[in-house]
């Protein structure tokens, strides 16, 4: 059999096949030359790429950054995909951005050089330990960003040298003193006004409303008389203060924790001190406080000149007495000269503090040291439990995640693997969940459209305050509209408040058109029950009156040879107004906000600068977007 396969491999046929499989993978091998290596980058700009590293730092960074500044409010908005792509493609853009005023940088010859950017590091309080820079925590906190010193020397001197462009772009705009006097005049502008007041509410009661009306206003409006979506769903809740309840610490238990870590129970050392205070004038003062020190170490007493030389009236009555204090608490420079005394009695030289100056007497040191067991055996045992607890809870969530995995259509098998028991909720919208599941995280899940349809468990949520919870939906009403039985008051109610609404709007704009041909209107004010309010002085920030109403004040032109200027207006409510404008007041001299106000539109006039510095840059650049590349950033 052997020799036959032998003279098979040798024949025309196998060596027609060899062939053909060499070429093959020759072919294959010239295609991939040919097709390149496959594509990494999100984008490119000017034929440079962003790299899918940057753009996942990036975001991940700007993700941290919205959620400790938004909170519970971004976790709402995480969970709507179209606003995540949204958000993935700015942070994109801005490192595109960033990539243009790079090139513009070097087109302009800016450099940084290492002198400058070993004084920005050194400068930087996220390397400081005790007020001064520290080379191993400088290290420590690079290497833990994944950088070695060169990569974050490299980084800091592209951001500085962007810095130098933007600086040199923004700090070129300043706003004309003109401009902020005008500015400053309209924002504190005040006007007086006249108006009439037809209430809606007035006419309501002889309003009438058909049955065809609200057939038609039903179909016209059904998407105001909306039911939120709802869920029902089943959990399970795991609590630490529940687990601590079980958890038994006994005195030895503490004795040995305490024993073995000493460094937890240390009473760090506090002193008491005397001082005499002078703060008036600085010259004086210093020159008064060097005078009293030197009574003082010629032998004067020193609480008889606190009590009658000292600024610190509370202390002066006790000789200067403070309390007992440790490091941390006072004034730097005051504290520093304290701790520098070396026996009781001893005087410190004339301290200067933002208070004035002072000279400090030591009156007694209390040492640093080791709190006995019995002071702190309770705090221990607390403080066991609750370790203990939270090892426990963290192996609990351990378990309920894999057993909830595991079992995935439902949580009996989980709960009864745990020794735990299933709660399951009403109905409720995102508006109407209780607590618990009053929680973003929590809501996000329970409104999955993936866990719906799957009908698995949800991932493990960790809660505040130690507790962690898994849902399973059990039931789900979609977003519908209410029949019109159940919305059948709630329209009626509608449709009286527009119609009367309507009513008021007629006679509203039949007072002003009297009042616009010149006609009195005293008989139609009696007629109808209204008066005529005055206000005065109102303001653009007046919180008082109705934002519409506010807005059309000062949208109206000044009132001409005391004609006044007027003008119907409607407000949220459905009230119908006649409004007369009658003076415009403005300020003569500057307020308080000037300052503010040219700053404000110093900084404005730099950003639109800066805003169209991209824009310009963006339209001579060679930029191309991977949208593919860009969706895998998560």
């Known amino acids: 059999m052997l020799d036959k396969l032998r003279e098979g491999a040798q024949g025309k046929v196998a060596k027609v096949i060899l062939v053909l499989i060499i070429l093959s993978f020759a072919l294959a091998g010239v295609g991939s030359y040919l097709n390149g290596p496959a594509r990494t980058a999100p984008a490119t700009v000017n034929g440079t790429d962003i790299s899918a590293v940057d753009l996942e730092n990036a975001y991940r960074n700007e993700r941290t950054r919205m959620e400790s500044q938004m909170g519970a409010a971004f976790a709402q908005l995480a969970a709507n995909p179209e606003y995540m792509k949204q958000f993935r493609r700015s942070v994109l853009d801005s490192l595109i951005d960033q990539a243009l005023l790079d090139n513009k940088a070097r087109e302009l010859g800016l450099r940084v050089s290492d002198e400058q950017i070993k004084q920005a590091i050194v400068a930087m309080p996220e390397f400081a330990e005790n007020g001064k820079f520290s080379n191993e925590r400088y290290l420590q906190l690079v290497r833990r960003a994944g950088l070695s010193p060169e990569m974050f020397r490299d980084s800091m001197r592209q951001d500085m040298v962007r810095q130098q462009l933007v600086s040199a772009l923004l700090g070129t705009d300043f706003a004309l ?46 998407t105001r008389f909306m039911k939120d979506e709802e869920v029902k769903i089943d959990y399970l809740l795991l609590d630490a203060a529940n687990l601590s309840r079980d958890i038994k610490v006994t005195e030895q238990d503490a004795q040995d924790y305490y024993d073995q870590h000493q460094d937890l129970f240390q009473r760090v050392e506090r002193r008491q001190v005397a001082h005499i205070l002078i703060g008036k004038d600085q010259k004086e003062a210093e020159q008064k406080a060097q005078a009293l020190l030197t009574k003082l170490k010629a032998g004067d007493d020193f609480a008889a000149l606190a009590k009658s030389d000292s600024a610190d009236t509370f202390s002066a009555k006790k000789g200067g007495e403070l309390e007992w204090f440790e490091k941390g608490v006072m004034d730097p420079a005051f504290e520093q000269a304290a701790f520098a005394l070396a026996k009781t009695g001893d005087l410190s030289g004339v301290v200067k503090s933002p208070f004035g100056f002072h000279i400090i007497k030591l009156l007694a040191v209390e040492p640093a040291k080791t709190k006995p067991f019995a002071d702190v055996k309770d705090e221990t045992i607390s403080r066991l439990q609750a370790d203990k607890a939270k090892e426990l809870f963290f192996a609990e969530q351990q378990k309920l995640a894999d057993n909830s995995f595991e079992n995935p259509d439902s949580l009996d098998l989980t709960a009864d693997a745990m020794g735990m028991k299933v709660q399951s909720s009403d109905y409720f919208t995102q508006a109407t969940a209780p607590a618990p599941l009053n929680d973003p995280k929590v809501l996000s899940a329970a409104f999955s459209e993936e866990l719906r349809e799957n009908m698995t468990n949800s991932d493990v949520i960790e809660l505040a305050e130690g507790k962690a919870l898994v849902l399973h939906i059990t039931g789900h009403h979609p977003k519908a509209v209410k029949s019109l039985a159940e919305v059948k008051e709630q329209m009626i109610a509608a449709i009286k408040h527009d119609k009367a609404s309507e009513v008021a709007r007629g006679k509203a704009q039949m007072l002003l058109d009297k009042l616009k041909v010149g006609e009195q209107i005293e008989s139609d004010l009696t007629a109808l029950g209204v008066k005529i309010e005055t206000r005065r ?98």
């Open 537 to 634: 002085g109102v303001t653009r920030f007046t919180q008082e009156l109705d934002q519409n109403l506010v807005a059309k004040v000062f949208a109206l032109p000044q009132p001409q040879a005391d004609k006044p200027s007027m003008s119907l207006v409607s407000e949220v409510n459905g009230d119908r107004l006649v409004v007369a404008l009658d003076k415009v007041n403005t300020p003569k001299e500057p307020s308080p906000m000037a300052a503010m106000l040219q700053s404000q539109l110093g900084q404005g006039k730099a950003q639109a600068d800066y805003k169209a510095l991209v824009a310009e840059l963006r339209k001579t650049a060679d930029i191309e977007y991977f949208t593919a590349v860009e969706a895998t950033v998560e």
């Open 177 to 222: 003193k003109g401009e902020v006097e005008q500015l400053d005049q309209l924002y504190n502008q005040t006007r007086d006004i006249r108006l009439v007041r037809l209430a809606a509410a007035n006419y309501m009661a002889d309003i009438q409303v058909a049955d065809s009306e609200l057939e038609q206003y039903y179909k016209s409006n059904s």
